[in-house]
Nanobody, 115 residues
C-alpha cells in the first residue's frame, strides 16, 4: 500500500512564495510521474503541474505557467512545487498525485493566499 505524504507551508500574502513537497511511503519503487491538481471552493479540479521520472516531461497548467516550478529529487524520491508570485486566486486545496504501478492521491494541502 502506497501512502502519499504531502507537506509544505500553507499561508502567504499575495506576491509571496510557498513550496510544497510530496513523496511516497510504503514503497521502495521509483515514482514514475508526480504532480499536483488543485480545487478551489465551488470550482472544478484544475491541473497544476506534473513531472516524469528523470524530468523527461514537465507540464504546467496555463494559470500557473511562469510562476510555479515543479522539480523532483531522485535521491529523496520526492517532488517539489515551488510557487512564486502567488495570487489570491491560487487559494485552493492542492492534491499531490504520483504513479507507482497505479495512480495514488494525497489528502490535499490547503493553500491560502491573502491580500
Amino acid at each position: 500500500q502506497v501512502h502519499v505524504v504531502e507537506s509544505g507551508e500553507t499561508l502567504v500574502q499575495a506576491g509571496g512564495s510557498l513550496k510544497l513537497s510530496c513523496t511516497a511511503s510504503g514503497s521502495s519503487s521509483t515514482i514514475e510521474t508526480l504532480g499536483w491538481y488543485r480545487q478551489a471552493p465551488g470550482k472544478e479540479r484544475e491541473f497544476v503541474a506534473d513531472i516524469t521520472k528523470g524530468a523527461e516531461f514537465i507540464g504546467y497548467g496555463d494559470s500557473v505557467k511562469g510562476r510555479f516550478t515543479i522539480s523532483f529529487d531522485d535521491a529523496e524520491n520526492t517532488g517539489y512545487l515551488q510557487m512564486d508570485n502567488l495570487k489570491v486566486e491560487d487559494t485552493a486545496a492542492y492534491y499531490c498525485f504520483l504513479y507507482i504501478n497505479r495512480t495514488w492521491w494525497g489528502q490535499g494541502t490547503q493553500v491560502t493566499v491573502s491580500l
